[in-house]
């Protein structure tokens, strides 16, 4: 099965600044997703990203604060934009697998913003 | 009422013992169903994903599906210590392009 890989692994960041998630697997894919997984608590999917078309935002996620880009069939980025202490939490990223529905998790990025 | 719901714990069964893991889900036009096991500090894994009524087995891991009461669940013969983790039932969103709802999860501690 494919492999799905996420830089930074953690950061910390200073309020107000911007941070760039990188999701990358190891062959091509539909469609990738980004959570997000507050401490405790389940996950939220805040966008839907396909390859040639504009990342789909859940309600509550706005494309100002959580820009989505989406070059080509294996990569995304997820950029959290003028962070507070709110955005501190676990960013996922998942891809559709081959089967229905099935979502393959990469290993997440930690963000403390202080 | 939650689209997905879990009891979050933490369910504690002994060694060996039979761990049951239970999920409701609000909409009847859900088709998949899947469970994912996440230890602390790690992503979620898929382990289990059953489409149709009855039982699908793999493993130690069954998972059980009647779609008349909305009901899904998991069941872990055998359970080992490493069975420690959060699992989560996610069902897919009717119309809802390939996207997923995750309940908050049960926590499962078996101990020796």
């Known amino acids: 099965s494919a492999v799905i890989s996420q830089k930074p692994s953690r950061d910390i960041c200073q309020r107000g600044t911007s941070l760039t998630i990188q999701c990358q697997v190891d062959?091509?894919?539909?469609?990738m997703f980004w959570y997000r997984q507050q401490p405790g608590q389940s996950l939220t999917l805040i966008a839907t990203?396909?390859?040639?078309?504009?990342?789909?935002?859940e309600s509550g996620f706005v494309i100002d604060k959580f820009p989505i880009s989406r070059p080509n069939l294996t990569f995304s980025t997820l950029t959290v934009s003028n962070m507070s202490p709110e955005d501190s939490s676990i960013y996922l990223c998942?891809?559709?697998?081959?089967?229905?529905?099935?979502?393959?998790f990469g290993p997440g990025t930690r963000l403390t913003v202080t | 009422q939650k689209e997905v719901e879990q009891n979050s714990g933490p369910l504690s069964v002994p060694e060996g013992a039979i761990a049951s893991l239970n999920c409701t889900y609000s909409?009847?036009?859900?088709?998949?169903f899947f469970w994912y096991r996440q230890y602390s500090g790690k992503s979620p894994e898929l382990i289990m994903f059953?489409?149709?009524?009855g039982d699908k087995e793999d493993g130690r891991f069954t998972a059980q599906l009647n779609k008349a009461s909305q009901y899904v669940s998991l069941l872990i013969r055998d359970s080992q210590p490493s069975d420690s983790a959060t699992y989560l039932c996610?069902?897919?969103?009717?119309?809802?392009?390939?996207?997923?709802?995750f309940g908050t999860g049960t926590q499962l501690k078996v101990e020796l």
């Open positions: 996610a069902v897919n969103r009717p119309g809802g392009g390939n996207k997923l709802t």
């Open positions: 998942s891809f559709l697998g081959q089967g229905v529905y099935e979502q393959y």
């Open positions: 059953i489409y149709s009524n």
């Open positions: 062959s091509q894919v539909t469609m």
């Open positions: 909409d009847r036009g859900s088709q998949s």
């Open positions: 990203a396909n390859q040639g078309s504009e990342a789909t935002y």
